[in-house]
């Protein structure tokens, strides 16, 4: 080597002037945590924003039933497609910079909602909706860039609880508003409360310093949305549609063929928008897996609990509640996740997340299997919601953790991204499960269909024997994963 090539200039840095100054002035992990929390509230808001006007939507939007089904379908789809995608844009260009980008379609879409008396604008502004859920799953990622490793655990735990904590709080909040005011007044408050999100994680949250860099794998995404659009369409409509119609088969047949062909292709591309070679380490693959069954069985409280509090108690089954009512019963659920999440964290630290994953599919086998014979009266709906609460915390306090520690942290928000949409697949298949048991399990009163206590059962039972089989499923997960040592992108302050 020359004297004149001696010194070469270091390498250009990703970040701006101000962003390294901001640096200079890290917020605290308390600031930092409650922030994401927050945002990941409002985000997990959104998906129970309209369940309390379901029933008015067709008269309000002057459609049929079977097409406002869209104004849900749509955002569920939206947010299975864009969460992955935003995670690797996240590790490429900053995962700052991306919540924020999806902060902003989020309050977008709840000003065309607000602003919407038709279904096409309406189910245009749940899309972008829809995409902004991907701010948890970032949420997460961020934690591990800029905090403390004995922080960590109970900041993702604290995260995590707010898939449910969001929903279970905010649906009485949305009930409420419904009854009293008029419905846009929901969209309102979601574009507010967004913003709100925005201003605190522009002004708190520290810039994004680890970052993957190289090329977004255009062809991959598409490929990964098309396979995916045909096999949740296939499965969240065909209840609809009919299971055997040429629509129905050929929409999950194409969405299956079109993911196998992508992920030959993704395996030969060297920036591929998921590293299958990581996602199928036994770690993270069994971990998606016992995902599936989690969000399957959590979702089936949300799915079933409603329609037996809310059912005419003429049928000798239904609890006759209000939607206000029945959301409060339901609340038990997400508080339980979040008052529990430090009990979960301090298990993940002591015992392995595998042990808190464990733990929490247990419990939920043990709910539901007390559900298919306690379903009769309201104290037996709070009891089984509040325990799936306990089983669902420590569960989704350990899914993160446990991708994260199998991951490199150039692909945590990736791979945290892909963890999200197994949680949605099982969410949709439990969703289309539940619709279809309680519909072809029922008696009439006058012209109306009650669904029938073995109805509920089956649905119960059901929801048991898949939390049962994420249990088996995370036996096998190892009880250590690779170690990639101090992952934090930003000097980090040291604890005693």
């Known amino acids: 080597m020359s004297a004149d090539n001696f010194y070469e200039e270091p390498p250009k840095s990703p970040l701006t002037a101000a962003e390294r100054a901001r640096l200079t002035r890290r917020p605290s992990d308390r600031a930092t945590t409650t922030t994401l929390a927050l945002t990941g509230l409002i985000a997990a808001f959104m998906q129970t924003l309209v369940t309390p006007i379901i029933p008015q939507l067709p008269t309000l939007l002057d459609s049929t039933t079977a097409d406002t089904t869209w104004v849900l379908t749509a955002t569920l789809l939206a947010a299975a497609i864009s969460t992955p995608i935003s995670g690797r844009l996240g590790d490429m260009y900053g995962k700052r910079r991306v919540v924020l980008i999806l902060l902003i379609l989020m309050a977008a879409g709840s000003i065309v909602c607000a602003l919407s008396n038709t279904l096409i604008p309406m189910v245009i502004g749940r899309i972008f909706q829809g995409v902004g859920l991907g701010v948890i799953s970032l949420g997460i990622s961020i934690l591990r860039d800029v905090l403390h490793p004995k922080s960590l655990g109970g900041a993702v735990a604290l995260v995590s609880a707010t898939l449910g904590v969001g929903g279970a709080v905010g649906l009485p909040v949305a009930a409420v508003i419904a009854q009293n005011f008029d419905y846009h007044y929901l969209f309102w408050l979601a ?6 999100a925005v201003v605190l994680v522009a002004t708190i ?10 090329h977004f794998d255009f062809v991959g995404a598409i490929g990964f949305g098309l396979g995916l659009v045909g096999i949740l369409l296939a499965v969240s409509k065909g209840s609809t549609w ?11 047949v194409g969405g299956v063929v079109i993911l196998v062909i992508w992920g030959f292709v993704e395996l030969r591309t060297k920036e591929a928008l998921i590293d299958l070679r990581v996602a199928s380490r036994r770690p993270v693959l069994l971990t998606n897996l016992a995902s599936i069954s989690v969000g399957f069985a959590f979702f089936i409280t949300t799915a079933s609990l409603p329609v037996l509090l809310e059912a005419p108690t003429v049928s000798g089954v239904g609890l006759g509640q209000t939607l206000i009512i029945s959301s409060l019963c339901l609340m038990p659920l997400g508080l ?8 979960a964290a301090r298990l993940s630290n002591t015992r392995g997340p595998r042990t808190s994953l ?10 539901f299997a007390l559900a298919v014979v306690l379903h009769s009266q309201i104290w037996h709906v709070i009891l089984v919601s509040t325990i799936v609460g306990f089983g669902v915390g420590f569960a989704y306090a350990a899914m993160p953790t446990l991708i994260m520690r199998a991951v490199p942290p150039t692909e945590t928000a990736a791979a945290n991204g892909l963890n999200s949409v197994m949680r949605t697949l099982g969410s949709t298949v439990a969703a289309t499960l539940v619709g279809v048991i309680l519909a072809s399990n029922f008696t009439l009163s006058g012209k109306v269909p009650i669904p029938t206590s073995q109805a509920f059962q089956m ?19 190892p009880r250590r994963g690779k170690d990639y040592g101090n992952t934090a992108s930003i000097p980090i302050q040291r604890q005693g």
């Open 242 to 252: 009919g299971w055997t119609s040429p629509l129905t088969l050929g929409l999950f």
């Open 358 to 367: 464990i733990l929490g599919g247990i419990i939920i086998t043990i709910a």
């Open 336 to 343: 339980v996740m979040f008052f529990m999440s430090p009990v």
């Open 191 to 196: 574009a507010l409360l967004t913003i709100v």
């Open 459 to 477: 649905v119960f039972a059901m929801g048991s024997a898949v939390a049962l089989a994420g249990v088996l499923l995370a036996f096998f997960i």
């Open 205 to 214: 949250i520290p810039v994004s310093t680890l970052r993957a860099g190289g």
